[in-house]
């Protein structure tokens, strides 16, 4: 009746079907676009480079998520849990960002995330295509050190190493006077043969506590079964313990793992159980026990032994510091070894902590960031 009025139906079916067909199409748009920002794609070849890269490496994406990161990166804790550890590279990658322009800049940062140790690091953070930004490393703590450890050295060699040289220069002169009595000969020659082996003990420890300070102890750095640096540890104490009547009693987490230097966190712990030995009465007993609290590997050595006095807890790992000096002495210690324990936990962006009440024992405690699910993909370790 109205043909007038089907045309103009016609046409508004096909404004409105044009209408809803450009709609769904831009949607569908948007969605694509949402979804390549939320899971973006490094470009070909990033990771093959960035896994070649002797200095520190990290990748991040629009977000500040860490998408690859270099062993380096990792070894020097700039990365924990697929993100920055310190402020100072955020703030350095969000400047590059807004800026568009590269940044090159030194900074002293702390090694881990919760670690007292420090690293001298040279940074360069440029974009990398639209939307990465690249973040480049070099370590200069070694520049940084190697003046304050050769006067370290010099000092710890004048300290300490006198008394046993000036011992075994008096037992020799001794040993040529008692010529004609063999009783005496051996009587000093065994009291040389202590001395000489405490100097080189003590060498040894002088020798290695300054390779801890003066180069970087994690260049090649890996993932590392707790529970196998433990028995280890024990393994290396057995002897001295049986010899005191003294058990040496292993628990908890046995699976946790950390990334660093297997023989370096051994000889950390064998120093604590060592120390915890020494400082107990015979026929007690020394717990080592591994946990994990959110993130951090936590491993506790416990004795038994004369505790520590509130005013040197702080001192304890100071070098050639000895709560008791004759015990030490009587069995030979160095004072070093948990002066070791320090420096070997903060290279790997840790910490060791005390615990202690004279007469009831002590317990030493060190802090290890945890190689998260996480930290093994970034790694591509499984």
């Not at 694509?32 to 939320?38: E, W």
């Not at 717990?287 to 304890?316: C, F, H, K, W, Y």
Request: hydrophobic share 45%; proline share 3%.
């Amino acid at each position: 009746m109205y043909p007038w009025l089907a045309w103009a139906a016609l046409v508004f079916g096909l404004v409105v079907g044009a209408g809803a067909t450009v709609l769904i199409v831009a949607a569908h748009r948007r969605g694509a676009r949402a979804v390549a920002v939320a899971s973006p794609a490094l470009p070909e070849g990033v990771d093959e480079v960035i896994d070649a890269l002797e200095s520190a490496g990290v990748v991040l994406d629009p977000s500040n998520n860490v998408l690859t990161a270099s062993n380096g990166a990792l070894a020097f804790g700039l990365v924990w849990n697929r993100a920055l550890v310190h402020p100072e590279l955020v703030e350095l990658v969000d400047r590059v960002r807004r800026e568009g322009e590269p940044i090159t800049q030194e900074l002293t940062l702390s090694r881990g995330p919760f670690g007292e140790a420090q690293i001298h690091l040279l940074v360069r953070v440029a974009r990398l295509g639209s939307r990465f930004v690249l973040l480049l490393a070099d370590d200069r703590t070694e520049s940084h050190r190697l003046e304050e450890v050769r006067r370290d050295f010099v000092a710890n060699i004048s300290h300490e190493l006198k008394t046993p040289i000036g011992a075994v220069g008096l037992l020799a002169e001794a040993l040529e006077s008692a010529a004609d009595e063999p009783a005496e000969v051996r009587r000093f020659a065994g009291r040389l043969t202590i001395e000489a082996d405490r100097l080189g003990r003590l060498t040894h420890e002088i020798i290695e506590l300054s390779r801890l300070q003066a180069t970087d102890a994690l260049g090649h750095a890996e993932l590392v079964d707790v529970g196998g640096v433990i028995a280890q540890a024990v393994d290396r104490n057995r002897v001295a313990a049986d010899a005191c009547g003294i058990r040496l009693v292993v628990g908890g987490e046995k699976r946790a793992q950390v990334y660093g230097d297997e023989q370096l966190l051994v000889t950390a712990v064998h120093n604590l159980i060592a120390n915890a030995i020494q400082y107990s009465p015979d026929g007690s007993r020394v717990g080592i026990g591994v946990a994990v609290n959110e993130g951090v590997v936590e491993i506790a050595v416990t004795d038994q032994g004369v505790g520590i006095p509130e005013n040197e807890r702080d001192r304890v790992f100071e070098r050639f510091f000895r709560v008791d000096a004759a015990r030490s002495r009587s069995t030979g210690g160095s004072g070093l070894g948990l002066s070791i324990v320090k420096h070997a936990v903060q290279n790997h962006g840790g910490d060791v902590r005390v615990w202690s009440q004279p007469g009831s024992g002590s317990t030493f405690t060190i802090r290890l960031p945890e190689a998260s699910h996480a930290t093994a993909a970034i790694l591509g370790v499984t």
